[in-house]
């Protein structure tokens, strides 16, 4: 079951359901648990692959490259560079690059005319709940906590945890 607050755009003034989590999220212990549970794999066995997946991701896109895994999508590096752009191509240098950020992409399939057809992280059947029904203290104009801690009354575009 998914969930979602009804919350009120500050530039327009309208309505729209925002999604929010619900809960802490879910561990590393967690998810070696449901993938062994699944899976001819022990537990331990799980844990440790989890538990290594940043460093080989994290070393292959080092040296450039882009990580696809079947079924979850593609990981990828974009630089940030700095506010300050130069007027010539010559003058580009990896000095500009003042940071690093992780991209993912998840899975897609498309149809024989383009059309994206499936996403592999999204289910087909996703049940949303209005999560005032719930908390009433939620109702429209309630607050909901973010993943950092802070609260928000929906003027953002960010997700909203309550936990």
Do not use: C
């Amino acid at each position: 079951m998914a969930f979602y607050k009804k919350i009120q755009q500050a530039v327009n003034k309208k309505w729209y359901p925002r999604s929010i989590v619900v809960g802490d999220a879910a561990t590393t212990d967690e998810v070696a648990q449901r993938l062994a549970d699944i899976s001819t794999v022990s537990l331990g066995d799980t844990y440790n692959v989890l538990k290594n997946l940043s460093t080989v991701l994290k070393a292959f896109m080092k040296e450039g490259r882009s990580v696809k895994l079947d079924g979850v999508g593609t990981f990828y590096y974009t630089a940030d560079a700095t506010k300050q752009g130069v007027a010539t191509a010559e003058e580009v240098s990896a000095k500009q690059i003042v940071g690093v950020r992780v991209r993912f992409l998840p899975e897609y399939g498309r149809t024989s005319s383009g059309k994206v057809s499936t996403r592999a992280l999204v289910d087909d059947d996703i049940q949303w709940l209005d999560i005032a029904t719930l908390d009433p203290a939620l109702k429209a104009g309630g607050t909901a906590t973010t993943p950092g801690g802070s609260t928000g009354t929906g003027e953002d575009d960010g997700d909203h945890q309550l936990g």
